[in-house]
């Protein structure tokens, strides 16, 4: 007989295994492990792949303010006369670049003479911007302003010191030029428009979901380590240390998450790093109570009782037999917890008391242009407002999926014994 349908037999993988077979059937988890994915990747990757790579992505230009998607910019770069600002990969993708050059944005140029004139954009139309002259060499190096720049008009040749190299360079007029058209005129495409202050929305975008992922794994990691040693103390020992725990447990639940927060915070001050330890220490409640409940219902187990028979110590009871058998709704309650940490920080940089500018902030950004949510720029609030939500909303999948692939109906699972 021929069975045309596939069949898969688990009986011989782990149960993990079998857990991430079960994951992967459920479309909307793996759709949201996905985002999750590209935003980790952004979020890691940070300044070396945002289009404004300067430290926050805070490249102001008033003359940009608020530019629709896809504005597009010209510039001049002028060289600054201080030394390099270059710093190795890794330290620019943390912590962003210092620009060695000045972007100014201008309308149009010019060359006359050792000098190149701009007319500075302004935004009108017709734009009516004021006429600035730059000395070409001073756009191209480095140069030390002790010592004068000598024009050569004769020869066509400008010489003077560059600071840098503190040596003597002496250059041809029209390779300034060239060099100065090729690589000093730029055009800078702003795909999701520029903010209040001129600085490049899409930017200050992905590096706002670094902020956000780091408050969701280190809250969740500090919930997870308080929850599981107060809920596996509390139910494994039970008696007067349960009852102290319990009375813990239901002081901090009766006060709202958010006033919590907000209080906490007030105390260690303004910071992302007081929104890291605020948000972690309001969420360890639903971990313990969630551990409590599990090792009362597995503590009377056979393997538990064996463990005791051998001699085994209480922390090796705990740490190697009981908890492997309750780390899974452990995993799907910090899906949820993560989610929620980032609804918490947005809402705290909201208000103004979360991540402080310049750092870039979904909340704050939100907070920031929440005044042109009725006028022609409503997106400038709406974009980082649809971030949060894809955010939260590919946790909350992740989460469900994980749920239903560790029910443990559906699953042959037997408990898991140390070694």
């Known amino acids: ?79 600054k006369n201080e030394l390099s600002h270059h710093c190795n990969w890794f330290n620019k ?82 390779e300034l030029q060239t060099t100065i058209a090729a690589n000093h005129i730029k055009f800078n495409r702003y795909i999701l428009g520029t903010d209040l202050a001129g600085r490049d929305l899409l930017s200050r975008l992905m590096i706002g979901t670094r902020i956000s992922l780091s408050v969701g794994l280190i809250s969740v990691i500090i919930s997870i380590v308080i929850g599981i040693l107060l809920g596996a103390t509390a139910g494994y020992f039970r008696g007067k240390l349960d009852d102290l725990i319990m009375w813990l447990i239901n002081v901090v639940w009766s006060i709202p998450t958010l006033l919590l927060v907000i209080a906490i915070t007030l105390v260690l001050g303004k910071g992302i790093f007081q929104v890291f330890v605020a948000v972690g220490l309001t969420m360890w409640v639903d971990v313990a109570r969630l551990i409590r409940g599990q090792i009362l219902s597995i503590r009377e187990k056979e393997f538990v009782e064996a463990g005791k028979a051998l001699g085994y110590s209480n922390r090796r009871i705990i740490l190697k037999h009981i908890l492997p058998n309750v780390i899974g709704p452990v995993i799907v309650i910090a899906a949820s917890n993560f989610a929620a940490a980032i609804l918490t920080e947005a809402g705290l940089s909201f208000l103004g008391i979360g991540a402080q500018p310049p750092t870039p902030s979904w909340g704050e950004m939100i907070n920031a242009h ?48 140390g070694h």
């Open 93 to 174: 993708m943390l912590f962003g670049e210092v620009s060695d050059f000045i972007s100014i944005p201008i309308y149009s140029y010019a060359f006359k003479g050792f000098d190149i004139v701009i007319e500075e954009y302004t935004g009108s139309i017709p734009n009516n911007g004021s006429q600035v002259k730059y000395n070409l060499a001073d756009v191209v190096y480095d140069v030390n302003s002790n010592f004068p720049i000598h024009n050569d008009s004769i020869k066509n040749e400008i010489e003077f010191y560059q600071l840098s190299s503190a040596k003597k360079i002496k250059i041809s007029l029209s």
């Open 370 to 417: 929440r005044g042109y949510i009725l006028v022609d720029s409503a997106y400038l609030a709406f974009i980082p407002g649809i971030a949060i939500m894809i955010l939260v909303l590919a946790f909350m999948l992740v989460g469900n999926g994980l749920r239903d692939a560790l029910d443990s109906k559906s699953l042959d699972s037997k408990p898991v014994m």
């Open 1 to 79: 007989m021929i069975f045309n349908k596939k069949h898969t037999d688990y009986s011989s993988e782990s149960l993990s295994a079998q857990t991430w077979q079960r994951f992967k059937r459920n479309k909307l988890a793996m759709f949201g492990l996905i985002l999750i994915f590209i935003a980790t990747c952004i979020s890691i990757l940070g300044f070396l792949i945002t289009p404004d790579s300067t430290p926050y992505a805070n490249d102001q230009k008033p003359e940009l303010h608020i530019k629709k998607p896809g504005f597009k910019a010209q510039f001049l770069l002028v060289k």
